[in-house]
């Protein structure tokens, strides 16, 4: 693991959350180099949304410390984020307003100049082909094309951090296509990215840095090595 | 810790035993300061002696859903789930409290205002105070997250608490009620008023004073201890499943 | 860093706004709501002239209550179904201006109804609403309404009994406005001075109302 203190840009220690008195998240350690690319995986209820959300400030941990970009969650969250993206399930979106008046609006709230964020939509919709559907409402939109979207909403305030939460989910093969070229151009861009999924097929390259969660607990932390990994994946599963 | 143990029922502090007889003993000794000591009163007769628990079971509402409040500006400021639970039993206190105030309020006014009931700014103010806290219940029923419960909770029980502050002072906001008032002038419209002789004050004042403390912090006590069961019963069963 | 509060409370409130306009899904539910609400009533109340004067400000702040329970539960509806919500508490911005943004979108349109109300009960009651006293007597008793009714549907749109919760939570704590909205209209109406003090404590719960709605807003919006 090439997790060099210094460049650190996520640290995660001791992280838990408990439901009432179900626990979700347990004794949850890792950390993440600026730009590196996490893959988490894990099966439906193991834990993933709720790491997303805590990582994304959303929900506040019952103990242990998160870190993001040297600044502590959940006392200073409103410096965290203005840091992070998050591409969550649902896309979170208004669906009567147009493609560019969400953005605009997002915009507002994120702080930025108005003739910016113009500028950046207009990029932003090109690069995730909805150029031509910009003034079109939302609710005419189908689901692939919210998800592009909402991929644009998240990294419209250039965040350092990107997390998506299943963001394949529902998508067919052009749309995922598409949004794996736009994952790439985020990684070149020196975005920190982690993406959750419980399907194996979307594994990244071999070499990659990838994160199992069973049961709330890290079951594995490490490269990407294809068929050790399914291996250990299925242990984890059973 | 074995599922058994862990379910097996604390024993029962001290503090609360003591309270517990004296919450038993206070009420046989008012009941019968306030239906033998007390004399019967000229005008009213022996309904008037209802009077030694209408007024004292609305100030031990007023203490219940007083210490609501204070529960849930705790369990704001601290997260605590200790705190939530206060203000939960300090919620089903303060309504059983009120009910009996508004029972007795009414089986009282049929021989002296000639009527069970009637849409008096006063009555009408503590019919929706016990509204509000049986919202509180109910809301609360609704809401599964814990954390997400402690929070709105405490919330509505600090606005619920304005129901309870209207209720205390619309006498003095909304003059034209019936409602007499015994300790300090009361309205000109009020109907039924009797004279506070030494012997009303004192039954009264032991009365009052025992609905005021003793017996909703007992009641409240407790009602916590119950929830405490009731917790760690789910946890043994959550784990009985888990296992 | 973080987004200053002004334009926070505008984006918000002007989103609303703008989408409103679009689908007028709101605004028309609220406005036939209101209209069937007061023909229901001088039917149900057989409202002639004399009864009138006693009834009209009850029907009057009863129609405004139901059709901002209509209002809030949809308003509150659409940001949390499709996580909206999220995506504003992710933006770094403060909880407070959140609500005020919501809820200045929320007053907006229970005005709007009111504008609607006030001639349209002039002219079938026969009795004159359109009194500078009384329109200020409804902005404040809509803005307190407003305000804890914000809060309320915020919470309870996150329940199981969603809809069904609202009118149960928020009838008895909007009780003082209630009271003292119907108290003071009564009293413009007849022409009795003590309207003044009526409205002056409906200015008073409202402001109190507002100041504990803001504290206490990021505890109903954060787990």
């Known amino acids: 693991m090439a997790n060099n203190r210094k460049d650190a840009i996520i640290e995660v220690e001791g992280l838990s959350k408990v439901f009432g008195i179900l626990p979700a998240l347990q004794e949850v350690d890792f950390t993440l180099a600026r730009g590196e690319f996490a893959l988490l995986l894990g099966a439906n209820g193991s834990g993933k949304s709720t790491l997303l959300r805590l990582l994304s400030g959303l929900s506040k941990p019952s103990a242990g410390s998160v870190r993001i970009g040297g600044w502590e969650l959940p006392g200073e969250a409103m410096a965290i984020r203005a840091q992070i993206g998050l591409v969550a399930h649902r896309p979170l979106l208004y669906d009567n307003l147009t493609a560019r008046e969400n953005l605009a609006f997002f915009g507002r709230l994120y702080g930025i100049d108005r003739a910016e964020c113009e500028g950046r939509s207009r990029d932003l919709l090109r690069q995730v082909g909805l150029w031509r559907r910009a003034d079109t409402l939302v609710r005419t939109f189908s689901r692939g094309m919210k998800q592009r979207l909402s991929i644009a909403r998240a990294i419209l305030h250039r965040p350092d951090v990107l997390l998506l939460d299943e963001p394949f989910s529902g998508l067919d093969q052009t749309a995922a296509e598409s949004l794996d070229q736009l994952l790439a151009t985020a990684r070149q861009e020196g975005r920190t990215i982690i993406l959750s999924t419980h399907q194996l097929e979307r594994a990244p390259p071999t070499g990659e840095r990838a994160l199992i969660l069973s049961r709330g607990r890290i079951a594995y932390d490490g490269a990407f090595e294809t068929s050790e990994l399914a291996e250990m994946y299925r242990a984890a599963e059973a | ?240 499943l888990s296992d | 860093m973080k987004t200053p509060v002004f334009e926070t409370v505008l984006a918000i409130a002007s989103k609303d706004l703008r989408a409103e306009l679009r689908s007028r899904e709101l605004l028309s539910l609220m406005a036939i709501f209101a209209l069937l609400s007061i023909l229901v009533f001088s039917f149900a109340l057989e409202l002639d002239r004399l009864a009138r004067e006693e009834a009209v400000s009850g029907v009057l702040w009863v129609t405004l209550i139901f059709a901002s329970l209509l209002g809030l539960n949809r308003s509150l509806a659409q940001e949390y179904d499709q996580g909206n919500l999220d995506a504003l508490l992710l933006a770094p911005v403060s909880r407070s201006a959140i609500f005020v943004g919501k809820f200045l979108g929320n007053a907006l349109f229970t005005w709007l109804v009111g504008v609607l109300l006030l001639p349209l009960m002039t002219a079938l009651y026969g009795m004159n609403l359109l009194d500078g006293r009384l329109i200020l007597t409804a902005l404040a008793g809509i803005f307190g309404l407003c305000a804890i009714g914000t809060l309320l549907a915020t919470m309870t749109v996150q329940t199981r009994a969603r809809e069904a919760l609202l009118p149960i939570a928020m009838l008895p704590v909007a009780l003082p406005f209630l009271l003292t909205a119907v108290r003071a209209t009564t009293g413009i109406l007849t022409g009795a001075a003590e309207w003044q003090v009526w409205f002056q404590l409906l200015l008073g719960i409202a402001v109190i109302y507002l100041v504990l709605c803001l504290l206490l807003y990021g505890y109903v919006v954060e787990e």
């Open chain 2, 1 to 240: 810790m074995t599922l058994a143990t862990e379910f097996e029922a604390r024993p029962m502090p001290r503090l609360l035993r003591i309270l517990t007889i004296l919450t038993v003993l206070g009420f046989a000794g008012t009941l019968v300061l306030g239906l033998v000591a007390a004399g019967t009163d000229i005008q009213q007769g022996a309904v008037q002696r209802l009077f030694y628990i209408h007024m004292p079971s609305f100030f031990g509402a007023f203490t219940a859903f007083g210490l609501t409040l204070l529960g849930g500006i705790m369990a704001l400021a601290h997260k605590n789930e200790k705190w939530d639970k206060i203000a939960l039993a300090g919620v089903e206190v303060g309504l059983a409290f009120a009910l009996i105030n508004l029972l007795t309020g009414s089986i009282w006014a049929r021989p002296i205002w000639n009527t069970w009931w009637t849409w008096d700014p006063r009555l009408t103010s503590a019919a929706v105070m016990c509204l509000t806290y049986a919202a509180y219940l109910m809301l609360r029923a609704g809401i599964e997250d814990a954390d997400r419960r402690r929070n709105f909770m405490s919330v509505y029980g600090i606005f619920a608490f304005v129901t309870v502050l209207i209720t205390l002072f619309i006498i003095r906001i909304v003059p034209e009620t019936i409602h007499p008032v015994i300790v300090g002038a009361s309205p000109q419209n009020a109907q039924g008023s009797f004279e506070a002789t030494s012997g009303v004050v004192m039954a009264l004042v032991p009365s009052l004073l025992l609905w005021l403390t003793v017996m909703p912090i007992t009641l409240m006590w407790h009602r916590y201890r119950l929830e405490e069961r009731l917790e760690s019963l789910n946890r043994v069963k959550l784990k009985a």
